[in-house]
Structure formats: C-alpha cells, structure tokens
C-alpha cells in the first residue's frame, strides 16, 4: 500500500516561513518524481512545485518562484517544501504526489499517489 503522509503545516504570519515534509511507503521512491499542489476553498489544485527522481531538475510555478524551494532526500523517501516570505494568497492545503512518468506535468490527474494534505495558513 502506497502512503504519503505531509506534515509541517501552520499558522503563520506573512514574510513567515513553513517547511513541509512528505514521507513515502509502500514504492520505489527513487524512480517517482515528486510534486506540491495546493487547494484553496472554492479554487482548483494548483500546481506549486516538481522535483526529477533525482532531484537534479525542479519547477516551479510562476506564484511562488523565489520564494518556495522544493528538494528530496531519497536515501529518506522524504520530499520537501521550504517556503518562504509566505503571503496570505498561499493559503492552502498542501499535497505532494507521486508521479512514474519521466515528463514533466502540472497537471493533477497525471499524478499516480497522493497524500491527504496539510493546510497552511498565513495571516495578513
């Protein structure tokens, strides 16, 4: 069974920062890219972040570039989510996912596992 559990998720104020974590069971973690979502009340997922299987290429979208730095510690089945200078517009749940595939997608329904989420909320 494949688990993928987030943690990290707060209050915060804005310029605060957050660190999430996503810890995976159950797969070959090494060979799955890796991504962040978020879902604000009454908007779509989103696409935030993606990590390679390596971790030696990442993306970013563009409302959260310079700001959140996703990376990966395969020895831990662990992916990671520093997010910095927050604003109230990065108020979400947060997932990660898992995704097999070698291209590269922001797309939510192309991802194979997902976790349950942790909502981040950042006060004004």
């Known amino acids: 069974q494949v688990l993928l559990v987030e943690s990290g998720g707060g209050s915060v104020q804005a310029g605060g920062s957050l660190r999430l974590s996503c810890a995976a069971s159950?797969?070959?973690?090494?060979?799955?890219?890796m991504g962040w979502f978020r879902q604000a009340p009454g908007k779509e997922r989103e696409f935030v972040a993606r990590?390679?299987?390596?971790?030696?290429?990442?993306y970013y979208a563009d409302s959260v570039k310079g700001r959140f730095t996703i990376s990966r510690d395969n020895a831990k089945n662990t992916v990671y989510l520093q997010m910095n200078n927050l604003k109230p517009d990065d108020t979400a749940v947060y997932y990660c996912?898992?995704?097999?595939?070698?291209?590269?997608?922001?797309?939510?329904?192309?991802?194979?596992?997902w976790g349950q989420g942790t909502q981040v909320t950042v006060s004004s």
């Open positions: 159950g797969l070959t973690f090494s060979i799955y890219a």
């Open positions: 990590i390679s299987r390596s971790g030696g290429n990442t």
């Open positions: 996912a898992a995704d097999k595939s070698v291209a590269i997608t922001k797309l939510p329904y192309m991802y194979d596992y």
